[in-house]
């Protein structure tokens, strides 16, 4: 009898975000599958053989849609456990998503995609951009900034007609 485990379904990896779309992500599976009633596909047995598996986002019940295949181990003919793949990046909408996992034939024919599942969160992606600029407010105080520029009639004024001290802040 056939079976297809879907065994771990990882990472949602965090990339670079899509606008509305989504965000960019890697998809990791990890399957087992009893090849002893149908082997796998080698350089000699091409009909009548599992060539690959591929992996389903199923989420919402709608159409399937393939995020990428594993091809099977070459002439496998006995259970086979830690089967694993990565996707390439692919954009996915943040919450909970089901996968799902398929065995196909050489000749096309696959397996029900509802046969072997799993859930996973996927994270919203990062910002796509992120600036911080931090500013030193610096103050300086003049007790006394007088600039005289007394005329020589000035000079002989007598004290309490000097201009008066000001105080000044400047912030950088």
């Known amino acids: 009898m056939k079976r297809l485990v879907l065994l771990g379904l990882a990472g949602v990896l965090g990339a670079m975000a899509v606008a509305g779309a989504g965000s960019q992500h890697t998809v990791s599976v990890t399957l087992n599958y009893d090849f002893s009633v149908d082997n796998g596909c080698s350089s000699t047995v091409t009909t009548g053989c599992v060539k690959q598996f591929n992996i389903y986002d199923i989420t919402g019940g709608g159409t399937p849609v393939k995020l990428f295949s594993i091809a099977a181990p070459s002439g496998a003919n006995s259970a086979v456990t830690g089967i694993t793949g990565t996707s390439g990046l692919v954009t996915l909408k943040s919450g909970v998503h089901t996968f799902a996992a398929t065995a196909q034939m050489a000749d096309g024919t696959e397996s029900s995609p509802n046969g072997s599942t799993a859930t996973a969160g996927v994270a919203p992606g990062s910002p796509a951009n992120f600036s911080v600029v931090v500013r030193r407010t610096q103050r300086l105080l003049c007790d006394l ?13 007598s004290p309490g007609n000097l201009p008066r001290p000001t105080t000044l802040l400047y912030a950088a």
Do not use: D, E, R
């Not at 900034?145 to 004024?157: A, D, E, F, H, Y």
């Open 145 to 157: 900034c007088v600039s005289l520029s007394l005329s020589s009639s000035q000079k002989q004024k």
